[in-house]
């Protein structure tokens, strides 16, 4: 990611932070519209995954500049995904909803500048989650 786009991810996020519950409302709404099938790996009451959802979000928008100090703590991420069997097109339906819902919840100030800021964002994310999951696959 460019520090212009680090900019556009970070700026953009605190206009979500103040509205996190219903962002992560959004994004789960949209999620399980894309793929019904995800839903049964949560359980009933989203209101504790909602919280995990922001707070990564948080961590790793807030150390987008230093993502090698967060970066360990993105692929223990993935590997606890790997164990409740997401999969690896998962994650691109995870990024579909992710976009959306912040297409939606920022509406006009979500330009095509701030999309692809946070297609990068998703994309350096994703990779880190996807490489433990790589790593599993080689060992197994």
């Given amino acids: 990611m460019t520090s212009e786009q680090t ?3 970070q700026t953009s996020f605190a206009q979500v932070a103040p509205i996190a519950d219903t962002a992560a409302t959004l994004f789960y ?3 399980f519209e894309l793929n019904p099938s ?3 790996l949560f359980s009933e009451d989203l209101r504790e995954q909602r919280m995990k959802l922001m707070a990564m979000l948080t961590t790793a928008v807030n150390n987008l500049h230093q993502w090698h100090a967060v970066a360990p703590q993105v692929k223990q991420l993935g590997l606890r995904h790997v164990g409740y069997g997401v999969k690896a097109a998962d994650y691109d339906t995870v990024g579909t909803a992710l976009i959306d819902t912040l297409e939606k919840g920022l509406g006009e100030a979500f330009t095509p500048p701030v999309r692809d800021a946070w297609i990068a964002c998703y994309t350096t ?3 880190e989650m996807r490489a433990v999951e790589q790593a599993e696959t080689v060992k197994a």
Avoid: P
Wanted: aromatic fraction near 0%; hydrophobic fraction near 60%; charged fraction near 25%.
């Fill in 7 to 9: 900019t556009l991810v």
């Fill in 38 to 40: 995800l839903r049964g």
């Fill in 29 to 31: 709404d949209r999620l």
């Fill in 125 to 127: 994310i994703a990779a």
